[in-house]
């Protein structure tokens, strides 16, 4: 079954001159997750809004759990839940307060939402914050709040839009256990992030968008097969001739007096020998997802010529 | 989830305890900032006509403190809007807008619950208390009514901005410029359909014909009953079907 079935959807808001999203067709598998990627303003919260029944698309159909969500909203928000971007909870209220209540106005029973609440609340380690009010915690906790609204509900599908953003590195683990148990229960997952270790652990399947349009999808396996290499060597760049380095493969600026370089393994003892001989410091790792947008992107490649073997 | 037909009210009580009787409960001083305010003009009113217009000013502060608390649930739905995005979260459920509109509107009435409890009271001291059934549906009208315009206008605010000055402006005219705090007999005769047209023109009459001020002999109360119930049907109706709950 699919959890999100989209084809031929646009969007062009009111105000705009450029569509937001453009003729984007793709399908969501029910009770896998499946993340959109995209730099700021590349068109995944309009996408999300739009399959959350939030936004009206300009053209095109969208089927949520075999729904239509223009003309049957109803029926598909009583299986969905969100993370908003940039929420916030209710200063006024505690953890306990959202989620208790929230979990009763979608319909569950008094001693249902109770139980639920602590487990969810527990999970996101937010259990010993419960009777403190919103304003009296930090950005992070406030943020766990509206991911345990979401995730402690009976819904089917979860549309998470950056639902980490904030958070520090314990508490986003905290949520991907939750977002992993979620999954494992038999939900569905559309998630937005701008975290690519985020994404490559929780993905089944990735979609990256640029400018509304989908630019490249996949496994995490199929999307590293952009990048023809397999190693990446970071090397501070200093005096060092980026003809020469060429030479090893494909050469991304990243910045910060870096190249990056994607090679084969074969190259790896010639290189660290040139940094070494050149008293530079140099980093060896396995090509990541991070690599894989940045080089998709285009952001900085000097050359994508294929490495020499 | 439990299908039950009850489930709307319990999320209309829901809503309401969540925005109202909890921050209430931890911001009690609230409670006293919203009851001050609608007593500001009866109080200018008393003093300046040395008790004379009492009963325009009771009516006319009862009638616009409705106003108040409709339009403000406009204020708090485009806050919680654009500030919290709470409405996408609700959009995103099984909450109805009209059940979203009446949770915060009923919310917003518990903020003014003092104020409207002494000004009923009044009306009702000037009056009898036979008049109470008839009080209690003047009150519950005009709350009903603008509370539907003021979640309608708000649906249309993208900015906070925006919403606080539509609303200010929309407030002067129903509760300012017509005969809500004067007497219908001090309008010009070309300017009194244009009165009858507004809805809290009708109310402040109802108010004040309950507490025994001679009405305009071209009105009666079955007729304000007619308008007001005309108008409050037509804007649950515009909340209902014009309302952006989802966006376009």
Request: net charge neutral; charged share 15%; proline share 4%.
């Amino acid at each position: 079954m699919l959890a999100i079935d989209a084809i031929g959807v646009t969007k062009v808001y009111r105000s705009a001159s450029q569509p937001a999203i453009k003729d984007i067709s793709l399908r969501v598998e029910a009770g896998k997750i499946f993340t959109l990627l995209g730099r700021n303003g590349a068109g995944k919260t309009t996408f999300v809004r739009m399959c959350a029944t939030q936004l009206l698309p300009t053209s095109g159909t969208i089927s949520v759990l075999g729904y239509d969500a223009v003309r049957q909203a109803k029926h598909v928000r009583d299986l969905i839940s969100i993370v908003p971007q940039e929420g916030r909870p209710l200063r006024a209220l505690t953890p306990w307060d959202h989620v208790y209540n929230w979990l009763q106005i979608r319909g569950d029973s008094k001693s249902a939402a109770r139980d639920k609440t602590e487990v969810m609340l527990r999970k996101l380690e937010i259990y010993g914050a419960r009777d403190s009010p919103a304003m009296n915690l930090s950005g992070g906790m406030k943020q766990k709040i509206l991911v345990a609204m979401a995730m402690a509900t009976d819904a089917q599908l979860l549309f998470l839009d950056e639902p980490t953003i904030g958070l520090d590195p314990v508490s986003r683990r905290q949520v991907w256990t939750a977002i992993k148990d979620w999954k494992s229960k038999g939900g569905s997952i559309l998630l937005t992030t701008h975290y690519m270790d985020e994404a490559e652990m929780l993905s089944d399947y990735i979609v990256i968008i640029d400018k509304g349009m989908i630019i490249a999808q996949g496994t995490i396996q199929e999307l590293r097969k952009v990048i023809p290499q397999n190693i990446r060597v970071d090397i501070a760049r200093d005096t060092l001739d980026v003809d020469t380095l060429k030479s090893y493969g494909s050469v991304v600026d990243t910045g910060a007096g870096m190249l990056r370089i994607f090679t084969f393994e074969s190259a790896v003892r010639e290189l660290s020998d040139l940094a070494l001989r050149h008293n530079l410091s140099f980093t060896v790792s396995s090509v990541t997802l991070d690599d894989v947008f940045v080089y998709i992107m285009g952001n900085g490649i000097i050359d994508d010529q294929n490495a020499r073997d | 989830m439990p299908e039950t037909s009850l489930l709307p009210v319990r999320q209309v009580l829901l809503i309401a305890y969540m925005t109202g009787v909890l921050w209430l409960r931890r911001n009690p001083m609230s409670l006293v900032f919203t009851a001050i305010s609608p007593f500001s003009l009866l109080f200018v009113l008393f003093v300046v006509s040395g008790g004379q217009y009492i009963h325009f000013a009771v009516a006319g502060s009862l009638v616009m403190a409705l106003v108040g608390y409709g339009l403000a649930l406009g204020q708090d739905i485009s806050f919680y809007k654009t500030e919290y995005k709470v409405q996408d979260v609700f959009v995103a459920s099984p909450v109805s807008p009209l059940t979203y509109m009446v949770g915060l509107a009923l919310s917003e009435l518990l903020f003014g619950l003092p104020a409207l409890l002494v000004l009923a009271t009044l009306v009702v001291y000037f009056g009898s208390v036979f008049s109470i059934p008839l009080l209690v549906a003047t009150i519950l009208l005009i709350w009903g009514a603008m509370s539907a315009l003021g979640f309608f206008l708000s649906s249309h605010m993208l900015h906070m901005r925006n919403a606080t000055q539509v609303i200010s402006f929309v407030n002067v005219i129903l509760a300012v410029l017509p005969p809500v705090f004067y007497s219908m007999d001090v309008m010009p005769d070309v300017l009194r359909p244009l009165a009858y047209a507004v809805p809290t023109t009708h109310a402040s009459l109802m108010l004040q014909d309950i507490m025994g001020i001679p009405t305009p002999a071209d009105w009666s109360l079955e007729f304000g009953f007619a308008i007001q119930i005309a108008y409050l049907l037509a804007f649950i109706t515009l909340a209902k079907t014009k309302a952006l709950w989802r966006e376009n």
